[in-house]
């Protein structure tokens, strides 16, 4: 199933992409659904927050794909400015309570979380798969 | 979302519940700055019935805990479910903030 992605109301596209997931309640485990909607929040929100659109009219999907094995997949797409987010450096974690900051902690355990983690960009989309 | 708090044995006890996400976490850190603004001896972090952490969520802990260092006081959380205790400690907040599981366990132990 795709979603389309109103970056303009997070609120309710999250709450779309969660209802959604939990209608895959019955092959998917609930830590899986945790992480599927932790990462979902936290893509959507850098891209909103963060993403380049230069002079096009944003457009972005997900594309939800499940299997009876307890294998979820997800496909994030977008037309904003070509970001890598495997490239991403990885926050600090041994800084001081003073220095740290939250900024990269999203897509650090986004990376933690994927079993596989698949960047390329193609007709001027950005392509994100994720397995868990 | 909701909060509200109470106070036990010298603890202020903050109560968080429901989401904390990118939806949520932003009204519940302005709850907790408010509490935290009257200085208390002691702040506790109930999340025992907190379904849902993100990094937004964890910026209202990083916000308590800063608050906290600076003003001289304590504070902890206690309560986590399995995966936000999860995304808690992934994201190196057992570093800087103590967590207890229950919070019997924290009061005796704060």
Redesign the interface.
Known sequence: MTIDIHLDN??IT?VSIETKLNSLANVIS??KM??A??IC??IL?NLARHADFEERDPHATLSLVSSNTDTLTLLFSDNSKPFNLLTFPDPQ??L???E?E?GG??I??TK?YAKVLEYYYEDGYNMLKVIL | MEAHFYEEENHLIVVASGKL???HAPEFTQFLKEQLSTKPSSCLLDLTTVS?L???G??SL?TG??IA?KENFDFAVFGMK??VAD?FS???FD??IKSYASKEDALAKS
Request: proline letters at 0%; a negative charge; charged letters at 30%.
């Open positions: 997070m609120a999250l609930e830590e945790y992480k909607n932790f929040e936290e929100t974690m041994s001081d309570i003073d740290r939250i902690l999203g650090f355990l933690k | 996400d990118t939806i849902f993100s990094s937004s964890l910026q990083l805990a800063k260092k399995e995966m995304v992934m994201s190196g570093q800087f």
